[in-house]
């Protein structure tokens, strides 16, 4: 072969990494976050799903749906099992000779009160019917309700406007305007019926009286996937590869991975891609534990690395401490009290000023809403009260390999290798 000829040869290999030949995935999109699965693809989560229809079900023949909140942690079916049923609603109520809208507002997106109702009515509005557009800027909020009330009377017998992740919504004056438009005279014969969407359990309560009195909704609760629920979920999702490069394993190994830390639906799902992307990467013939593994390790990895990126150096300097804890003492629950000596003595080291305890308590809350930590309140028996419990969710191990490879605190030398609080590690 002469010189000449090596380029072509090459430049043939690296074309071939470009190319189609993919043996893993047949319909890759059956795993984005986004994908909603047709009802013989949607488990483990029937009773809720039942109990949300049987809420919104009335709207079916034009009737007031009740208000309705899903609560549940990141992963837990609460966003699919939302869209899948008010788009069941629409479809039934076609059958009765009722138009019902439908808009899922994205709250950590639109997360004013302006932004919220501006995306609802630009989402629902039809210009062919209501001979208007709705601009994207220069209204005011309350030109856009206007122009909401107009479209939902002008297209809809009843409208279900989701909200999703509802607790990042700035106020809660939106709810209060949907809840009431009917009584208030603001639609003449359209409905509402808002279904919210928290991660967080208490977000009902810190909503003004006035508007929980508006609401009246129904509560459903979804808990996490247990490891059961979790192998039927990733095994609905088996069709997004070819038809033997998936073991029972592989998917076992997926659903304990997940269910071992927060019975994650989302998680699980995206560690089988990254599985199967890594297989496809190694040229494979199929998935293997390995590639699920590995797939976990960078997963991990990334999520640390994205959450550390925004964060700034005191919260960073309050989950070291945590960390710290974790990886010196070998368990991940801790008191306050622990804490906050582990995070003084870390400011020491680092040449930081150490922040107030209520501070550092409001910083730990923080990492909390992020699920890196769950902090409960413990009773600690006769004589000395209640206190907090803080239980690291994520590795440490993980944790302390990022904070090792950047940031002030290596550069100070705050290392596993240099730090007395890790010495012992």
Not at 95 to 102: I, P
Not at 238 to 256: I, R, T
Not at 378 to 386: A, D, E, K, M, N
Not at 405 to 420: L, Q, Y
Request: aromatic share 6%; charged share 30%; with cysteine.
């Amino acid at each position: 072969m002469t010189r000449h000829d090596e380029p072509v040869e090459n430049a043939s290999a690296l074309d071939d990494a470009f190319g189609a030949r993919d043996r893993i995935f047949s319909q890759k999109e059956r795993l984005d976050v986004g994908y909603v699965p047709g009802p013989a693809n949607i488990v483990a989560r029937n009773e809720e799903i039942r109990r949300l229809a049987t809420a919104l079900n009335p709207a079916v023949t034009g009737e007031a749906p009740s208000n309705v909140f899903l609560y549940g942690k990141t992963g837990t079916g609460k966003s699919l099992c939302a869209r899948y049923a008010t788009a069941r609603i629409v479809e039934a109520a076609v059958e009765h000779g009722v138009s019902v809208g439908r808009v899922v507002v994205d709250c950590s997106q639109e997360d004013t009160e302006t932004r919220a109702v501006r995306a609802t009515v630009r989402a629902l509005n039809d210009p062919d019917v209501t001979g208007f557009a709705v601009p994207e800027t220069g209204l005011g909020r309350s030109r856009y309700y206007r122009l909401l009330w107009q479209v939902l009377d002008a297209q809809f017998d009843v409208a279900l406007v989701v909200l999703d992740e509802i607790d990042r919504l700035e106020g809660d004056d939106l709810l209060m305007q949907l809840s009431r438009a009917a009584e208030t005279g603001k639609l003449d014969r359209c409905s509402v019926g808002v279904v919210g969407i928290s991660n967080r359990i208490k977000y009902r309560n810190r909503l003004e009286e006035r508007v929980k009195s508006s609401l009246q909704e129904r509560e459903i609760v979804f808990t996490p996937y247990d490891r059961r629920g979790l192998h039927e979920i990733i095994r609905s999702r088996a069709d997004a590869f070819e038809g033997d490069v998936l073991s029972d394993d592989v998917v076992s190994e997926c659903a304990s991975l997940a269910a071992e830390e927060h019975g994650d639906a989302r998680k699980a799902i995206n560690l089988l891609r990254h599985a199967g992307e890594l297989a496809t990467f190694d040229d494979a013939d199929a998935v293997t534990v390995d590639h699920v593994q590995r797939a976990d390790n960078l997963a991990e990895r990334d999520r640390v690395e994205a959450l550390l990126a925004g964060a700034t150096t005191q919260q960073k300097a309050t989950l070291l401490a945590v960390v710290s804890l974790a990886l010196v003492e070998k368990t991940r629950t801790f008191e306050t009290t622990e804490v906050y000596a582990a995070y003084e003595d870390i400011c020491a080291e680092v040449s930081l000023d150490a922040l107030s305890k209520r501070r550092v308590h409001d910083l730990l809350r923080e990492w909390e809403f992020l699920e890196v930590l769950e902090i409960t309140r413990t009773g600690g028996g006769r004589g000395r009260g209640s206190f907090l419990r803080h239980r690291l969710l994520e590795d440490p191990s993980v944790i302390r390999s990022v904070f090792d490879e950047s940031d002030r605190f290596a550069r100070a030398g705050f290392t596993s290798e240099t730090n007395t609080t890790w010495s012992n590690i």
